[in-house]
C-alpha cells in the first residue's frame, strides 16, 4: 500500500508541475525543432494545416519572453514580445495556444483570460510576466484606412515580432522598423494560402528571410519520444477533402496552388440538380443574402440542412439541399423582400419557419444610389407582413473572419464529396455559378467575379448551421490568475 501511495503521490506530483509548467513537459516535432532552433534574423515556418505552426509560435514567445529557451540562446529578460494577426478572430487561436503553453507561475497575478475572447488588456490583449517581459498580442485590422493596419505598428520598439498567417508588404515594412533598435527577430508562420506572399516569397528567394518548409507529412506531425497525432490514413483523407486548387498549399505550404481548367467546384455533378425528395431527417430552414447594385448581384437562397442525431450513429451526415433562389440588381429594399417572401411563398414556408436568417455587410452602392442592408431589409419585411416598428425576426450578419471565403467553399466542396449535396432546377443563377466560378491565374480565388454573389449567399446560409463558430451569438468563459 506505501509503493501505492508513493506513485499515487508522486504521479499527482506531476501532474501538478505540467499544469504550472506545461511548456516545460512539451514536446515538438523536426518541424517545430527547426524553427524553435533557427537564429536568423528573420524566419518562416511555411507548411500545411494540421502541422502545428500556431503551436511552435506559442512556444517561441514564450521561451523569449521567459529568457528560459531550451534550443538557442535569447535576449535576457525584460524583453517586448509582439503577436501580429491579421484579425481579432484570429489572433484569439494562437492566444489560447500561448495560454495552452504558458507557465502560470511566471506571469503576474491576476492575469485574465478566456478562451472566446483571449487575455485582458488595456487596448489590445497583454500578458505580463513577473520578469518584466511583455507579450502584446496586435492585429493589421485594429484600424482602418488604406495602410491595413500600420499606424497601430508604427510605435514602440521590440525585441522579438511572431507573425501568425501572412502580413501585407507594408506591414512588413512597418515591423521591421520595429526591431531595428534593439536588433530584434521576426518570425512568421504561416501557409500560404487566401492572400498574395509574393512579398515573402521574395525576400526568401534572395536569402533575407530563413525557409523552413513543412509539409504535413507522419513524420512532421510526430513530436519528439512520442507517438504520431495524425496517421497516414488520416493524412490522405484530410488530403482528399481539400479543393485540388489550393491542395498543394494547405498540404504541402507550396506558394502556389492548381486549379484544373480553372473551375473551383470540379466535384459539381449534374446528379447533384435534382427535383427529387431529399433524404428523409430533420433538417432546418436558412436564408442567405447577399448585397449587391449591379444586375445579379443581389442574391438570396433559401436551404435546408438535414441535421444529424447525435444520439443515433445511422442518422447519416448532414445533407445540404438548395430549394430555390431569388436574384436581382439594384432596387428598392420593399422590391427585394417581397422577392424573398415570395420564394419563401413557392415552397410553402413562413418566414418563423426559417432556423437562420443572414445577410451580408451593408453594400454602400454607387454614385447612383443602390444602397442596400439588413437593418432596411428587416424594416421593409415588417412593413410587408405588418408586423409592429422594431419587431420581427433578426437577419444576422454573416461572420466573415480571414478565410471565411475559403472555408466556406471546403465545407461546400466535402459536402459535394460525400454526395450530400442537391440544388433545385429552378436554382439557375446558382447553378450556373457553381459551374463557373474560376480561379485567377495568379492562383488567387475571382472574388469580384460575377458568379461569386450566389455563393456567398450560399456559404452565409449553409455556414450557420454546419459551423458553430459561424453562429452567433457564442458564448464566453473566463479563467482569472489569482
Given at each position: 500500500?506505501?509503493?501505492?501511495?508513493?506513485?499515487?503521490?508522486?504521479?499527482?506530483?506531476?501532474?501538478?508541475?505540467?499544469?504550472?509548467?506545461?511548456?516545460?513537459?512539451?514536446?515538438?516535432?523536426?518541424?517545430?525543432?527547426?524553427?524553435?532552433?533557427?537564429?536568423?534574423?528573420?524566419?518562416?515556418?511555411?507548411?500545411?494545416?494540421?502541422?502545428?505552426?500556431?503551436?511552435?509560435?506559442?512556444?517561441?514567445?514564450?521561451?523569449?519572453?521567459?529568457?528560459?529557451?531550451?534550443?538557442?540562446?535569447?535576449?535576457?529578460?525584460?524583453?517586448?514580445?509582439?503577436?501580429?494577426?491579421?484579425?481579432?478572430?484570429?489572433?484569439?487561436?494562437?492566444?489560447?495556444?500561448?495560454?495552452?503553453?504558458?507557465?502560470?507561475?511566471?506571469?503576474?497575478?491576476?492575469?485574465?483570460?478566456?478562451?472566446?475572447?483571449?487575455?485582458?488588456?488595456?487596448?489590445?490583449?497583454?500578458?505580463?510576466?513577473?520578469?518584466?517581459?511583455?507579450?502584446?498580442?496586435?492585429?493589421?485590422?485594429?484600424?482602418?484606412?488604406?495602410?491595413?493596419?500600420?499606424?497601430?505598428?508604427?510605435?514602440?520598439?521590440?525585441?522579438?515580432?511572431?507573425v501568425d498567417e501572412p502580413c501585407g508588404p507594408l506591414v512588413w515594412s512597418e515591423l521591421v522598423g520595429r526591431v531595428l533598435r534593439k536588433r530584434g527577430q521576426i518570425?512568421?508562420?504561416?501557409?500560404?494560402?487566401?492572400?498574395?506572399?509574393?512579398?515573402?516569397?521574395?525576400?526568401?528567394?534572395?536569402?533575407?528571410?530563413?525557409?523552413?518548409?513543412?509539409?504535413?507529412?507522419?513524420?512532421?506531425?510526430?513530436?519528439?519520444?512520442?507517438?504520431?497525432?495524425?496517421?497516414?490514413?488520416?493524412?490522405?483523407?484530410?488530403?482528399?477533402?481539400?479543393?485540388?486548387?489550393?491542395?498543394?498549399?494547405?498540404?504541402?505550404?507550396?506558394?502556389?496552388?492548381?486549379?484544373?481548367?480553372?473551375?473551383?467546384?470540379?466535384?459539381?455533378?449534374?446528379?447533384?440538380?435534382?427535383?427529387?425528395?431529399?433524404?428523409?431527417?430533420?433538417?432546418?430552414?436558412?436564408?442567405?443574402?447577399?448585397?449587391?447594385?449591379?444586375?445579379?448581384?443581389?442574391?438570396?437562397?433559401?436551404?435546408?440542412?438535414?441535421?444529424?442525431?447525435?444520439?443515433?450513429?445511422?442518422?447519416?451526415?448532414?445533407?445540404?439541399?438548395?430549394?430555390?433562389?431569388?436574384?436581382?440588381?439594384?432596387?428598392?429594399?420593399?422590391?427585394?423582400?417581397?422577392?424573398?417572401?415570395?420564394?419563401?411563398?413557392?415552397?410553402?414556408?413562413?418566414?418563423?419557419?426559417?432556423?437562420?436568417?443572414?445577410?451580408?455587410?451593408?453594400?454602400?452602392?454607387?454614385?447612383?444610389?443602390?444602397?442596400?442592408?439588413?437593418?432596411?431589409?428587416?424594416?421593409?419585411?415588417?412593413?410587408?407582413?405588418?408586423?409592429?416598428?422594431?419587431?420581427?425576426?433578426?437577419?444576422?450578419?454573416?461572420?466573415?473572419?480571414?478565410?471565411?471565403?475559403?472555408?466556406?467553399?471546403?465545407?461546400?466542396?466535402?459536402?459535394?464529396?460525400?454526395?450530400?449535396?442537391?440544388?433545385?432546377?429552378?436554382?439557375?443563377?446558382?447553378?450556373?455559378?457553381?459551374?463557373?466560378?474560376?480561379?485567377?491565374?495568379?492562383?488567387?480565388?475571382?472574388?469580384?467575379?460575377?458568379?461569386?454573389?450566389?455563393?456567398?449567399?450560399?456559404?452565409?446560409?449553409?455556414?450557420?448551421?454546419?459551423?458553430?463558430?459561424?453562429?452567433?451569438?457564442?458564448?464566453?468563459?473566463?479563467?482569472?490568475?489569482?
Amino acid at each position: 500500500m506505501n509503493n501505492l501511495e508513493s506513485i499515487h503521490r508522486n504521479l499527482q506530483e506531476l501532474k501538478n508541475q505540467v499544469q504550472e509548467n506545461p511548456l516545460q513537459f512539451a514536446r515538438f516535432t523536426p518541424a517545430q525543432e527547426a524553427f524553435l532552433s533557427c537564429r536568423e534574423k528573420f524566419y518562416l515556418l511555411r507548411g500545411g494545416n494540421q502541422i502545428g505552426k500556431s503551436y511552435a509560435g506559442a512556444a517561441e514567445c514564450i521561451m523569449r519572453a521567459t529568457g528560459k529557451h531550451r534550443f538557442k540562446p535569447v535576449t535576457s529578460p525584460p524583453v517586448q514580445v509582439w503577436v501580429i494577426c491579421h484579425s481579432w478572430s484570429q489572433s484569439v487561436e494562437i492566444q489560447n495556444r500561448i495560454w495552452d503553453l504558458l507557465p502560470k507561475n511566471e506571469v503576474v497575478e491576476k492575469t485574465v483570460f478566456s478562451p472566446a475572447r483571449g487575455f485582458h488588456g488595456s487596448g489590445t490583449p497583454v500578458v505580463s510576466f513577473r520578469n518584466g517581459s511583455i507579450i502584446r498580442i496586435k492585429t493589421t485590422q485594429q484600424t482602418g484606412g488604406s495602410s491595413k493596419g500600420t499606424i497601430a505598428l508604427a510605435s514602440g520598439t521590440v525585441d522579438f515580432v511572431l507573425v501568425d498567417e501572412p502580413c501585407g508588404p507594408l506591414v512588413w515594412s512597418e515591423l521591421v522598423g520595429r526591431v531595428l533598435r534593439k536588433r530584434g527577430q521576426i518570425a512568421i508562420t504561416m501557409t500560404p494560402v487566401g492572400v498574395d506572399c509574393s512579398h515573402i516569397k521574395k525576400l526568401c528567394d534572395d536569402g533575407i528571410m530563413k525557409d523552413i518548409q513543412a509539409p504535413l507529412t507522419v513524420q512532421n506531425v510526430t513530436p519528439r519520444d512520442c507517438d504520431p497525432l495524425l496517421s497516414k490514413n488520416e493524412i490522405d483523407e484530410i488530403t482528399r477533402s481539400y479543393m485540388e486548387f489550393d491542395r498543394e498549399i494547405r498540404i504541402s505550404g507550396a506558394w502556389e496552388g492548381y486549379a484544373p481548367h480553372g473551375v473551383i467546384f470540379k466535384d459539381f455533378r449534374p446528379e447533384f440538380i435534382s427535383d427529387a425528395l431529399p433524404p428523409t431527417g430533420n433538417y432546418q430552414y436558412a436564408v442567405g443574402i447577399d448585397h449587391g447594385s449591379q444586375e445579379g448581384a443581389q442574391f438570396a437562397v433559401l436551404i435546408a440542412v438535414r441535421i444529424p442525431d447525435p444520439t443515433e450513429k445511422k442518422s447519416g451526415d448532414y445533407f445540404l439541399y438548395v430549394l430555390d433562389e431569388y436574384q436581382s440588381g439594384a432596387a428598392k429594399a420593399d422590391t427585394h423582400a417581397k422577392g424573398i417572401l415570395s420564394m419563401l411563398k413557392r415552397n410553402r414556408l413562413e418566414p418563423n419557419n426559417i432556423f437562420r436568417w443572414v445577410g451580408d455587410r451593408p453594400h454602400r452602392g454607387d454614385k447612383y444610389g443602390s444602397r442596400m442592408s439588413n437593418k432596411m431589409l428587416r424594416a421593409s419585411f415588417a412593413h410587408i407582413l405588418g408586423y409592429p416598428p422594431g419587431s420581427g425576426f433578426t437577419i444576422h450578419t454573416a461572420y466573415k473572419p480571414a478565410f471565411s471565403v475559403y472555408y466556406g467553399i471546403r465545407a461546400l466542396h466535402e459536402l459535394m464529396q460525400k454526395n450530400n449535396f442537391q440544388i433545385h432546377p429552378r436554382c439557375v443563377g446558382l447553378i450556373k455559378s457553381l459551374r463557373s466560378w474560376a480561379i485567377l491565374k495568379s492562383g488567387q480565388l475571382d472574388k469580384n467575379s460575377e458568379y461569386k454573389h450566389g455563393i456567398d449567399a450560399l456559404r452565409y446560409a449553409s455556414l450557420q448551421i454546419l459551423s458553430k463558430e459561424y453562429r452567433q451569438p457564442r458564448k464566453t468563459h473566463i479563467k482569472i490568475i489569482r
